[in-house]
């Protein structure tokens, strides 16, 4: 594909030395979302590497992995990245016992590594291999750490050579740089934030089912969200909503349903669907304040005189008095009070106060 040929022309351009690799390194950002300013850049070097490998890379590999590895020691939520697997896995074609190191450490890095990051890549250079240069090694915390993961001799491996041979053929999967499929490039265009060309494969791959199912349904939402298409969205939580077998799902995706026309400016479809919702509430308990919000907002979408306003804003009434504390949150507060002051109601402005007040 076209988009996937300029990143392989910078890859080009960073063997060569003609971009510096450390302008890919972690740098810290100020957003608590994404705590590193370069993770979007790494992660399209890196599927350029997947899809144009060279013997060569393997330096290019070890610096970008360390990188990853202080990108989970500092993220401020955990995880574990989708990045740093594919480096890995980039990295296992080696068959250099000496990364085994790296691989000690990305799994030490934040308690989601420790419990995700596969033990078998600690020995993917081999079993005897890799026990050969960790033995002979001098000691020291990563070798304690590799012992305790992995086994503490070869014979007492905790990996077994046919789990290696079967996790090897897992690796070999994430490594198919075919695109052969649609579902590939919509993979690649995902990765490489290709959005103008994301719209267009998904609309390919929307045209191209004939029968919806529950799995389609929740892989179109999620190619819309990256897209941020409203009506897109709308869609896939229509389809959810009518081909989910589970209650609670068909619920869920009603309230988003709600929300999303309110955003649409759809109020009177927002109404129809929350009485779905009302009736499946029946059976499943009260709502949480993400939904009383919802519905204050669905006040605040009509006149106040009128009839669904009115309703809308005695129904939230009801339900914020019974939500825990844990769900009073700002912008149930900021809905109510608004809604409060839309409908004229003093009594229930103050009632709302009431709820708020500190203790």
Not at 100 to 118: E, G, I, P, Q, Y
Not at 236 to 257: G, K, P, V, W
Not at 286 to 292: I, P, Q
């Amino acid at each position: 594909m076209q988009i996937l040929q300029k990143h392989i022309d910078t890859l080009n351009d960073v063997r060569a030395g003609k971009i510096p690799l450390k302008t890919f390194f972690f740098k810290r950002s100020k957003n608590e979302k994404d705590c590193d300013l370069h993770r979007q850049k790494r992660s399209k070097l890196l599927t350029a590497i997947k899809h144009a490998p060279l013997p060569t890379d393997e330096p290019i590999l070890q610096d970008l992995f360390r990188q990853e590895i202080k990108l989970a020691e500092s993220d401020p939520f955990q995880g574990i990245e989708e990045t740093l697997l594919l480096n890995a896995a980039l990295l296992t074609r080696f068959k250099n016992p000496e990364n085994a190191w790296l691989f000690t450490a990305a799994k030490r890095a934040n308690f989601d590594t420790s419990c995700s990051f596969d033990d078998e890549f600690l020995v993917s250079a081999g079993i005897a291999a890799t026990y050969d240069m960790v033995d002979n090694a001098k000691n020291s915390k990563l070798k304690k750490i590799f012992y305790a993961i992995a086994g503490d001799s070869r014979e007492a491996c905790h990996i077994t050579p046919e789990a290696l041979l079967n996790w090897e053929k897992f690796v070999q999967r994430r490594l198919d740089n075919s695109l052969d499929t649609l579902e590939k490039k919509i993979d690649v265009a995902i990765k490489l934030d290709e959005k103008e060309v994301l719209r267009e494969f998904v609309d390919q791959w929307k045209a191209e089912q004939t029968q919806w199912t529950t799995e389609d349904a929740n892989e179109l939402l999620y190619y819309e969200e990256l897209l941020k298409n409203l009506s897109g969205e709308i869609y896939a939580y229509q389809l959810i909503a009518q081909l989910d077998t589970r209650i609670s799902r068909r619920t869920y995706a009603q309230e988003m349903l709600c929300r999303l026309y309110l955003k649409n400016g759809e109020p009177l479809k927002a109404w129809e669907t929350l009485q779905l919702v009302l009736a499946a509430s029946r059976d499943m308990g009260r709502f949480g304040g993400d939904t009383v919000t919802m519905i204050y907002h669905l006040a605040l979408a009509f006149d106040k005189q009128h009839p669904i306003a009115t309703a809308s804003f005695s129904l939230a009434m009801q339900e914020i008095t019974l939500l825990p504390p844990a769900q009073l949150r700002l912008d149930l507060a900021e809905a109510a009070r608004k809604a409060a002051i839309h409908m004229e109601d003093a009594a229930a402005a103050a009632e709302i106060e009431d709820i708020f007040a500190p203790e």
